[in-house]
């Protein structure tokens, strides 16, 4: 079967840094996507690996590796708009999107 | 740009009652899609299109129809709801073709309650 786990809840401090962990299992593989999404708005792109590896994008980076099945999503310098769930979705072989959950990240002051 | 609109922005809706959500983009993207989001679970797809005038069927597609009669809009109709479709549904587009990877833009949602 296909699935997605992350973990469903996190919590930070402002101005630390948080990794969020994501592993799949999908019939197919054509790359990782993360997305943010704030209470109540929609999802919107982070990034997306397809080989392994870490890409960086500002504060935000994110590390494939495809032997293990596993992602994950860096973030630096945490601020408080940062609070919101990260979505970890991998692309199946059909190239339909597989989404975990999400995990809510809170920051604290 | 608007990107992707959806209407209505919230609706409540007696159980039996028909009821299309609307779905436009105005980015000229060939993939579009709909998913329902409930707590505590995934994204789930529940119809797509690669290209106007195709459709396909996602994870979850009973109880829903969709129609694709142009590039720009990909209305979602329930043809008799049930209370297990209260949702929050998301339109989705992308720039893909088929046999592509591409990213996923979304439009900010419809919530859906059924009574």
């Known amino acids: 079967g296909q699935n997605i786990d992350q973990p469903t809840e996190m919590t930070a401090t402002e101005g630390a840094i948080v990794q969020i962990n994501c592993t799949y299992q999908?019939?197919?593989?054509?790359?990782l996507f993360w997305y943010q999404q704030h209470a109540g708005e929609a999802p919107t792109f982070l990034s997306y690996?397809?080989l392994d590896g870490l890409e960086e994008k500002g504060r935000f980076s994110s590390f494939l590796s495809r032997s293990k099945g596993y992602s994950y999503l860096l973030l630096k310098e945490l601020q408080m708009k940062d609070s919101a769930s990260y979505l970890c979705?991998?692309?199946?072989?059909?190239?339909?999107?597989?989404w975990g959950a999400g995990t809510k990240l809170i920051i604290k002051p | 740009t608007a990107g992707i609109t959806q209407a209505p922005t919230s609706q409540i809706l007696a159980a039996g009652r028909s009821m299309t959500l609307r779905c436009t983009q105005d980015?000229?993207?060939?993939?579009m899609y709909w998913y329902r989001q409930d707590l505590g679970l995934g994204l789930r797809l529940i119809h797509y299109?690669?290209?106007?005038?195709?459709?396909g069927k996602g994870e979850v597609p009973d109880g829903y129809s969709v129609s694709r009669a142009n590039t720009d809009d990909f209305p979602l109709t329930l043809a008799s709801a049930v209370p297990s479709q209260t949702s929050v549904y998301f339109c989705?587009?992308?720039?893909?073709?088929?046999?592509?990877?591409?990213?996923?833009?979304f439009g900010p949602g419809t919530r859906l309650t059924v009574l």
């Open positions: 980015m000229r993207h060939n993939a």
């Open positions: 299109s690669n290209t106007a005038g195709t459709t």
């Open positions: 690996n397809v």
């Open positions: 999908t019939s197919g593989f054509n790359g």
């Open positions: 989705a587009s992308s720039d893909s073709n088929q046999g592509e990877a591409d990213t996923q833009y």
């Open positions: 979705a991998s692309m199946d072989s059909n190239y339909q999107l597989i």
